[in-house]
């Protein structure tokens, strides 16, 4: 049943303190609704442990995941600098927020969201951690743009900067990099599949500066074509960024990579073009000095055989002593055997086994192997150990359930398959 919430309070920080006094309304976004009550659908969720209400904000639990890992990441940043100031620039309901200050123990949170109507949602969420009168929170209600560029200006830089945004939204790279401390961390979010399939290569250009096209491995191209958007956009102001670490969720789907932010040059090792055989199925990195002399070690003569995309992030999705960090705080927590369907361990698992330093970019889907040997779809378990009996390194991949990490060159995983089954 609807019911009327109570009407908008006014425009920017709401709980009665602000940050800028001559905040003006006619600054004011464009794309926001005018002060009026609303009919609600509110209703409650609870996550980890927190009851809190959605209202009519944008609200998925699938995401809980990606939230789990935020908390997780600025709690470890709590633990070595003793401090963290947490921006979540796209706030909805606040839940972020809520779990930033309750979990992470962030001494500050500055929850914005650009639309007024989730104002007494947030507030009455955020209250819930801590008295607003404690000045541990403030709410605010602009464009990401707006909120990151006056806290930029004012020099009010933050540890933690989470971006929460739709689609292939980037514009908000140079702000959030602007705003963020040397050494703070900064998590990204792109939630456009369509690019990252190479269904719109123009689209990605303009977004990440990556013409990306169809590749077996798409879904870990949209984390690379993220990653490689933020690199190239650190670089202009002489920043460097190293992805702490990346995730793909179907529900969406959700690209989100957790970047690090320190002075210093682009280094061109890892923000390459990816070329791919069609003919042969095998994926090389084309460094920018090679882009005249590209083709396959197949040597195949079948025109347009190889696809080419970026430049993107060539480089470790992960780090592993960084999510073991995060694996051993989750274990603190009682987060590892909590019995929830969304397997935290599984996940923080493959994530570390897919960062071994030997495994290339990509993914193998067992059914490209198996339909270019020409037999069944081997087991998991058996072409894996068969692959590391050879002398390769392998993984699984945290993106597919059937597809596997390796160095093995796919015309040896062809050969392998096929000697597992006797052909
Ligand atoms: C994906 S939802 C946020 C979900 C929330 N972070 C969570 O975990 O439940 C994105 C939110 O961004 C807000 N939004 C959209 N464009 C924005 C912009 N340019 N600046 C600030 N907020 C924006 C929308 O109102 C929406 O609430
Ligand atoms: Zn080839």
């Not at 830089?157 to 900064?186: E, P, Y």
């Not at 198996?370 to 991949?397: D, F």
Request: hydrophobic fraction near 35%; proline fraction near 4%; include cysteine.
């Amino acid at each position: 049943m609807g019911s009327l919430s109570p009407p908008i309070l006014s425009s920017s920080f709401h709980n009665n303190k602000t940050l800028n006094p001559n905040n003006s309304p006619s600054h004011r976004p464009s794309n926001l609704r005018p002060f009026t009550a609303i009919i609600s659908n509110s209703h409650y969720e609870t996550e980890r442990g927190f009851r809190f209400e959605t209202g009519d904000t944008f609200f998925r639990h699938e995401s809980a995941t990606g939230r789990d890992l935020g908390v997780l990441a600025a709690a470890l940043y709590k633990k070595s600098n003793s401090t963290l100031r947490v921006l979540d620039a796209m706030c909805g309901c606040g839940i972020r927020s809520l779990r930033y200050l309750a979990e992470a123990e962030a001494d500050f949170v500055l929850a914005n969201d650009a639309n007024e109507n989730c104002n007494c949602v947030i507030v009455s969420n955020l209250s819930s951690v801590s008295s607003a009168d404690n000045g541990r929170w403030m709410v605010n209600h602009a464009v990401a743009n707006r909120v990151l560029a006056e806290r930029y200006v004012d020099r009010d830089l933050f540890d933690f900067i989470d971006v929460d945004s739709f689609g292939s939204d980037s514009s908000f790279f140079r702000c959030a990099f602007d705003t963020v401390k040397l050494g703070g961390l900064l998590y990204v979010t792109s939630t456009d599949g369509f690019s990252s399939g190479g269904h719109r290569p123009n689209h990605s250009l303009a977004a990440y500066g990556a013409y990306i096209r169809p590749l077996p491995y798409s879904n870990e191209i949209g984390l690379r074509m993220l990653i490689g958007g933020a690199v190239r956009e650190a670089s202009v102001l002489g920043y460097h960024i190293t992805p702490l670490f990346s995730y793909y969720s179907y529900h969406g789907p959700v690209f989100r990579v957790l970047l690090r932010l320190n002075r210093g040059k682009l280094s061109q090792c890892h923000y390459r073009f990816i070329a791919y055989c069609e003919s042969c199925g095998h994926s090389q990195a084309i460094s920018w000095d090679k882009l005249g002399q590209m083709k396959c070690p197949c040597g195949s003569d079948v025109p347009d055989s190889l696809v080419v995309s970026g430049p993107l992030w060539t480089g470790p999705l992960h780090c592993a002593s960084y999510l073991t960090e995060m694996h051993d705080l989750a274990g603190e927590w009682g987060w590892l055997d909590d019995g929830m369907k969304n397997d935290l361990d599984k996940l923080l698992q493959r994530m570390i086994d897919e960062s071994d330093p030997n495994l290339p970019f990509g993914y193998i889907q067992l059914d490209e192997i198996a339909s270019r040997a020409k037999v069944n779809s081997p087991r998991l378990v058996t072409i894996m150990s068969a692959i590391q009996q050879e002398g390769y390194s392998v993984s699984r991949s945290h993106i597919s359930n059937n597809a596997i990490k390796t160095n093995c060159p796919m015309s040896e995983c062809v050969r392998i398959a096929k000697q597992i089954q006797n052909v």
